[in-house]
């Protein structure tokens, strides 16, 4: 393993493999607000434990476990009694992972979920572990990257995911979705419960009420999810972290870094730097 122990965050992002993003993170008692990914995440504890949330659900965390967080899933995962743990992450785009599915099962017409989310599997586990610190190796070629993440997908949705359900039957209320897409539409802005209803058609106070159902999270922190998510994908390319807080609405840079702080846990600046060239 390459990666030194005197580092504590490292980043991997790049234009050859756009569907991935890695991290590790050492030492660290940084708590997070509750959040989503538009991703499949999978992560792991090193060393410590964590409390992790997850929907309605709370479980404690600790090595030799891997937790799999389907996209769009509210969840948080942060230090007991504020001790610092060590852990590693991988954030995989959807239709990347569909498409990998569908090589294994058949044609799909949407991702399959995995049907757990927390795996006490210590050969997947070790596997992943030693999955990411190759990902965050500069020295590892792009194509041995692609042949490590590849084979242990297959073998995590081999294991992991309902063959029988060939596709996920999208269950949201139509005014859900319209919502989604209009915050998404307008995520550069900040658009109030009093315009989205309005589109809507539908009262402020029912649309919060189906929205809080449907993602257990506000619209504000949907928002801010949004917000962030477009972030990181800014900041990956290098993009000024003050235009980054422009183009995204925020008040200014400092207001910006504090949202983004708390849920990335690192700064705009360490996210930034941290990414392999």
Same mark, same amino acid.
């Given at each position: ?20 993003? #890695? ?18 995440? &999978?992560? #792991? &504890?090193?060393? =410590? ?9 709370? *479980? ?30 991988? +954030?995989?785009?959807? &239709? ?9 099962? *058949?044609?799909?017409?949407? +991702? ?45 949705? =081999? ?61 504000? #922190? ?7 998510? *477009? ?17 995204? =609405? ?28």
């Amino acid at each position: 393993m390459s990666i030194k122990k005197e580092y504590k965050y490292k980043f991997f992002k790049s234009r050859h493999l756009p569907y991935l993003e #890695a991290r590790f993170v050492k030492d660290s008692s940084n708590h997070y607000h509750k959040h989503f990914h538009n991703t499949l995440s &999978i992560g #792991a &504890i090193e060393e =410590g434990k964590v409390s992790f949330a997850h929907l309605q659900e709370n *479980r404690m965390l600790y090595p030799d476990e891997l937790v799999v967080i389907n996209p769009n899933i509210v969840h948080s995962c942060n230090p007991v009694e504020n001790e610092s743990r060590t852990y590693h992450m991988i +954030y995989l785009d959807t &239709i990347w992972c569909q498409k990998l599915q569908e090589s294994l099962f *058949r044609e799909l017409n949407s +991702y399959i979920p995995v049907s757990e989310f927390i795996l006490k599997d210590k050969n997947l586990y070790t596997k992943f572990i030693n999955l990411n610190y190759k990902l965050l190796d500069s020295d590892i070629f792009y194509l041995e990257k692609e042949e490590l993440l590849q084979n242990f997908m297959v073998e995590l949705f =081999g294991q992991y995911c309902d063959k029988t359900i060939h596709s996920c039957i999208d269950k949201e209320n139509i005014n859900i979705k319209l919502a989604k897409e209009y915050i998404e539409e307008n995520i550069n802005s900040n658009p109030t419960v009093k315009e989205i209803s309005k589109y809507l058609n539908i009262s402020e106070f029912h649309f919060f009420k189906l929205f809080k159902q449907a993602f257990h999270i506000s619209p504000h #922190a949907y928002l801010l999810n949004q917000k962030i998510c *477009r972030a990181k994908e800014l900041l990956a390319n290098q993009e000024e972290i003050a235009q980054v807080a422009y183009e995204l =609405g925020f008040a200014d840079q400092s207001h910006f870094s504090r949202v983004f702080k708390s849920y990335v846990a690192t700064t705009p600046n360490e996210y930034k730097k941290s990414f392999l060239k």
